[in-house]
């Protein structure tokens, strides 16, 4: 079974970093794009960052200059190092990726991990 699994969300206060790690797991065949969402409570699931398999890299106005996405394609994982956080940043963080499977390539979502950024 293909499945994303998140992990380093926590409480952090203001002005400190996290770092958020999702690693794919499973019959999986190529990893093409790989990203983060985030969804705060009362709003829509945005884009944070994604990476392409080339390395290529897109952030979300938010976050550039503070945030950065890195991946390991030899462990299927990918990153998210987070500096320099807000209160603004409390949300569920999500990771997706688009995966080559035994049926073609498909969106795939983690569980989600809360971060909370709070004094």
């Known amino acids: 079974q293909v499945q994303l699994v998140e992990s380093g969300g926590g409480l952090v206060q203001p002005g400190g970093s996290l770092r958020l790690s999702c690693a794919a797991s499973?019959?999986?065949?190529?990893?093409?794009?790989m990203g983060w969402y985030r969804q705060a409570p009362g709003k829509q699931r945005e884009l944070v960052a994604d990476?392409?398999?080339?390395?290529?890299?897109n952030y979300a106005d938010s976050v550039k200059g503070r945030f950065t996405i890195s991946r390991d394609n030899a462990k299927n994982t990918v990153y998210l190092q987070m500096n320099s956080l807000k209160p603004e940043d409390t949300a569920v963080y999500y990771c997706?990726?688009?995966?080559?499977?035994?049926?073609?390539?498909?969106?795939?979502w983690g569980q989600g991990t809360q971060v909370t950024v709070s004094s």
């Open positions: 997706n990726a688009d995966l080559q499977v035994v049926r073609g390539t498909l969106g795939y």
């Open positions: 499973g019959s999986i065949f190529g990893l093409y794009v």
């Open positions: 990476i392409t398999s080339g390395g290529s890299t």
